[in-house]
């Protein structure tokens, strides 16, 4: 598969743009997954329903356009003081308090007061005129006229109303053309709009959260970003991990022509990893298929890495990124489990050509499926992924899909493996593989 159009024609994203945009979708989604656990947030989405209600709206409606001559306070008060400064009404009260009130009252309660009704009496009395006089006054009759009325009855029910701190505040509640600023309503509203104005909750209403379905829909299990200076600090071990113990550790392979150098050509700088191949002679410990372990000399020194003791992952998202440097020397990236086979290379490159594929036994023969991809520049750093399910094996570089196949998929789980070496048929050479990150994902669902 041949990417050089694709590249260059501006089919492939680069690989800075594709982590700053993920890099800038995964801020994005833990801002907004902060802000969904937020009480500014449960409080805003609560005065939401509050202040958006038709109740609500009415309510504030009413008390911004309801005239203070329209209530019954300012009803019952105008009643009241038209009562309170009625001269008649005024007079009656006076009349009541007074001492010849008083008198003539007690006096129609005795046998004499009948006595008002014969002139010859009163001719005889200057008091029995005196009463009579008074019983003819305008002061009298305005009392009998007001006396156990319903005026008088409501004048005194106006003005024990309106003396209540109730009325009070109700009346200089309904009187303010402000009233509106002193509910509680007006409050509620007020702290929605500073929520609303809220930076992180204008964010939080902005954002569809769409796009964060691919990352609810993976969970991180493994992360190296290379943040270690020895390989006893990391979470790497130099050499090979199989199921027979003789398999592990440190050696060679015959059929190579480099020797495994103990992770001695391997260092981290700036939190790149690097894996060196040198022209340097060297004779260690290597397998042969013949004859077993034997000392072997090689011109050359590489190094091969195992995560076996960092991550064993069976299916999900397998990524790094990493760029490749030398011609006449090979470079991979693979999975591989606890016997040689299967391996699915996540990529392997030889200088000229990028190989992405899978191994696997079968009960009668070895078989191996898989896509040479050129036309890239496999010394920049590329984005190159793996995912893995049940059904298939998925392959892309910097987002592209490069290879699918449901042939030889493993069943089983499955480890890192890093290696720089030279193939048997390669005429050699020295080169490096730069490694930034690696990221393991399980799929969510």
């Given at each position: 598969?041949?990417?050089?159009?694709?590249?260059?024609l501006g089919g492939m994203m680069s690989t800075a743009k594709i982590e700053a945009k993920y890099n800038a979708l995964l801020a994005d989604y833990k801002r907004y997954k902060f802000i969904?656990?937020?009480?500014?947030?449960?409080?805003?989405?609560?005065?939401?329903?509050?202040?958006?209600?038709?109740?609500?709206?009415?309510?504030?409606?009413?008390?911004?356009?309801?005239?203070?001559?329209?209530?019954?306070?300012?009803?019952?008060?105008?009643?009241?003081?038209?009562?309170?400064?009625?001269?008649?009404?005024?007079?009656?009260?006076?009349?009541?308090?007074?001492?010849?009130?008083?008198?003539?009252?007690?006096?129609?309660?005795?046998?004499?007061?009948?006595?008002?009704?014969?002139?010859?009496?009163?001719?005889?009395?200057?008091?029995?005129?005196?009463?009579?006089?008074?019983?003819?006054?305008?002061?009298?009759?305005?009392?009998?006229?007001?006396?156990?009325?319903?005026?008088?009855?409501?004048?005194?029910?106006?003005?024990?109303?309106?003396?209540?701190?109730?009325?009070?505040?109700?009346?200089?509640?309904?009187?303010?053309?402000?009233?509106?600023?002193?509910?509680?309503?007006?409050?509620?509203?007020?702290?929605?709009?500073?929520?609303?104005?809220?930076?992180?909750?204008?964010?939080?209403?902005?954002?569809?959260?769409?796009?964060?379905?691919?990352?609810?829909?993976?969970?991180?299990?493994?992360?190296?970003?290379?943040?270690?200076?020895?390989?006893n600090a990391s979470k790497w071990n130099s050499g090979f991990f199989y199921k027979q113990k003789e398999l592990i550790g440190n050696y060679s392979l015959t059929s190579e022509k480099q020797?495994?150098?103990?992770?001695?050509?391997?260092?981290?700088?700036?939190?790149?990893?690097?894996?060196?191949?040198?022209?340097?002679?060297?004779?260690?410990?290597?397998?042969?298929?013949?004859?077993?372990?034997?000392?072997?000399?090689?011109?050359?020194?590489?190094?091969?890495?195992?995560?076996?003791?960092?991550?064993?992952?069976?299916?999900?998202?397998?990524?790094?990124?990493?760029?490749?440097?030398?011609?006449?020397?090979?470079?991979?990236?693979?999975?591989?489990?606890?016997?040689?086979?299967?391996?699915?290379?996540?990529?392997?490159?030889?200088?000229?050509?990028?190989?992405?594929?899978?191994?696997?036994?079968?009960?009668?023969?070895?078989?191996?499926?898989?896509?040479?991809?050129?036309?890239?520049?496999?010394?920049?750093?590329?984005?190159?992924?793996?995912?893995?399910?049940?059904?298939?094996?998925?392959?892309?570089?910097?987002?592209?899909?490069?290879?699918?196949?449901?042939?030889?998929?493993?069943?089983?789980?499955?480890?890192?493996?890093?290696?720089?070496?030279?193939?048997?048929?390669?005429?050699?050479?020295?080169?490096?593989?730069?490694?930034?990150?690696?990221?393991?994902?399980?799929?969510?669902?």
């Amino acid at each position: 598969m041949n990417l050089f159009w694709k590249n260059l024609l501006g089919g492939m994203m680069s690989t800075a743009k594709i982590e700053a945009k993920y890099n800038a979708l995964l801020a994005d989604y833990k801002r907004y997954k902060f802000i969904e656990q937020s009480k500014e947030l449960e409080e805003y989405q609560h005065l939401y329903e509050q202040v958006k209600s038709p109740e609500f709206r009415e309510n504030k409606k009413m008390l911004l356009s309801r005239k203070y001559k329209d209530t019954q306070e300012y009803r019952d008060l105008k009643k009241f003081r038209k009562l309170d400064n009625n001269f008649n009404i005024n007079h009656y009260y006076e009349t009541l308090e007074s001492a010849e009130l008083k008198d003539f009252l007690a006096f129609k309660k005795t046998p004499e007061y009948r006595l008002l009704g014969k002139k010859n009496e009163l001719k005889k009395s200057e008091e029995l005129r005196r009463y009579k006089k008074f019983e003819k006054s305008k002061r009298y009759k305005n009392y009998m006229r007001f006396h156990s009325s319903y005026i008088i009855s409501e004048y005194e029910r106006l003005k024990a109303k309106v003396s209540t701190k109730e009325f009070i505040d109700a009346n200089d509640f309904w009187a303010d053309r402000n009233r509106w600023e002193r509910t509680e309503d007006f409050h509620t509203e007020r702290r929605y709009l500073e929520l609303s104005a809220n930076i992180d909750i204008i964010f939080y209403k902005k954002t569809d959260p769409k796009p964060f379905e691919i990352l609810n829909k993976y969970t991180s299990t493994f992360t190296e970003n290379f943040d270690w200076n020895t390989m006893n600090a990391s979470k790497w071990n130099s050499g090979f991990f199989y199921k027979q113990k003789e398999l592990i550790g440190n050696y060679s392979l015959t059929s190579e022509k480099q020797g495994n150098n103990n992770g001695n050509n391997t260092f981290v700088s700036e939190g790149i990893l690097n894996v060196v191949v040198r022209k340097e002679p060297i004779e260690t410990r290597a397998w042969n298929a013949k004859l077993g372990f034997v000392n072997h000399h090689f011109d050359y020194t590489g190094d091969v890495l195992h995560g076996a003791n960092a991550i064993s992952q069976q299916y999900g998202v397998f990524r790094a990124k990493m760029r490749f440097k030398g011609r006449g020397i090979s470079h991979a990236f693979w999975l591989t489990g606890d016997s040689k086979l299967p391996i699915i290379n996540i990529c392997k490159c030889n200088g000229k050509t990028l190989e992405v594929g899978v191994y696997w036994k079968t009960k009668f023969e070895n078989q191996y499926t898989s896509r040479k991809i050129t036309g890239i520049n496999f010394g920049s750093f590329f984005i190159y992924s793996l995912v893995w399910t049940k059904r298939e094996l998925v392959w892309y570089i910097n987002n592209v899909e490069v290879f699918r196949t449901s042939n030889g998929v493993p069943s089983e789980p499955m480890f890192p493996m890093l290696s720089s070496y030279i193939t048997a048929k390669q005429k050699g050479g020295e080169g490096f593989m730069e490694v930034d990150w690696i990221k393991f994902y399980s799929n969510c669902d």
